[in-house]
């Protein structure tokens, strides 16, 4: 059974920075995709980055692209999103997902294991 733990959100002035983890358990996962998904209040889940296990393809939502960046360490099991210039507009709370990277797409239809969550809240 996969387990997914995130941690590392809080609270953030305007232009700054955070940095997600998420530990991956269970299993191995070489044929997964994982990715980070974000829901506001009041809005729909949606898709921020993501990242294959194995060769490490990456994918991004256009809004984050050029400021955050989703890497892994393979030993630790764990997934990394580096959050820079944060604005008011990612406050969210922030959740790792896994899938298997045979389905080639990152809708989180695709994902089926999820964490529990993380709030990062950016103060204007």
């Known amino acids: 059974q996969v387990q997914l733990v995130e941690s590392g959100g809080g609270l953030v002035q305007a232009g700054g920075s955070l940095r997600l983890s998420c530990a991956a358990s269970?299993?191995?996962?070489?044929?997964?995709?994982l990715g980070w998904f974000r829901q506001a209040p009041g809005k729909d889940r949606e898709f921020v980055a993501g990242?294959?296990?194995?060769?490490?393809?990456?994918y991004y939502q256009d809004s984050v692209k050029d400021r955050f960046t989703i890497s892994r360490d393979n030993g630790k099991n764990t997934v990394y999103l580096q959050m820079n210039s944060l604005k008011p507009e990612d406050t969210a709370v922030y959740s790792c997902?896994?899938?298997?990277?045979?389905?080639?797409?990152?809708?989180?239809?695709?994902?089926?294991?999820w964490g529990q969550g993380t709030q990062v809240t950016v103060s204007s």
């Open positions: 997902a896994a899938g298997s990277a045979a389905w080639n797409s990152w809708s989180a239809n695709f994902f089926n294991s």
């Open positions: 990242i294959t296990w194995s060769g490490g393809r990456t």
């Open positions: 269970g299993r191995s996962f070489s044929s997964y995709k």
